[in-house]
């Protein structure tokens, strides 16, 4: 069963810095992409940061400069690094990944979630 599992949440002061982890486990055999994507109530689901398997990254405007997204391929993790929090960063954050994996002893693709991790940046 291939999971998203996501860590690092939590609660910070404005200006300080939180690392939030991504960890792919399962019967998978590429990660095509990954990206971090976070929501607050009310609102639509954001893209925050996204990197390929070659390592091409892409950031919103709002996080640029501050937010950096990394890939451990070795231990299928992807990393957010987030620093000068701002209260406006407060969200849950979601791991998505494009995933190629075994599925009855077939090749398969297809998105996944994690279950999201909560960022409360306090003013």
């Known amino acids: 069963q291939v999971q998203l599992v996501e860590s690092g949440g939590g609660l910070v002061q404005a200006g300080g810095s939180l690392r939030l982890s991504c960890e792919v486990s399962?019967?998978?055999?590429?990660?095509?992409?990954v990206g971090w994507y976070r929501q607050t109530p009310g609102k639509q689901r954001e893209l925050v940061a996204a990197i390929t398997r070659v390592g091409s990254t892409n950031y919103a405007d709002s996080v640029k400069g501050r937010f950096t997204i990394s890939r451990d391929s070795g231990k299928n993790t992807t990393y957010l690094q987030m620093n000068s929090l701002k209260p406006e960063d407060s969200a849950v954050y979601y791991c998505?990944?494009?995933?190629?994996?075994?599925?009855?002893?077939?090749?398969?693709?297809?998105?996944?979630w994690g279950q999201g991790t909560q960022v409360t940046v306090s003013s």
């Open positions: 998505t990944a494009e995933l190629g994996f075994y599925y009855s002893n077939r090749r398969r693709i297809d998105n996944f």
């Open positions: 399962g019967s998978i055999f590429s990660i095509t992409a």
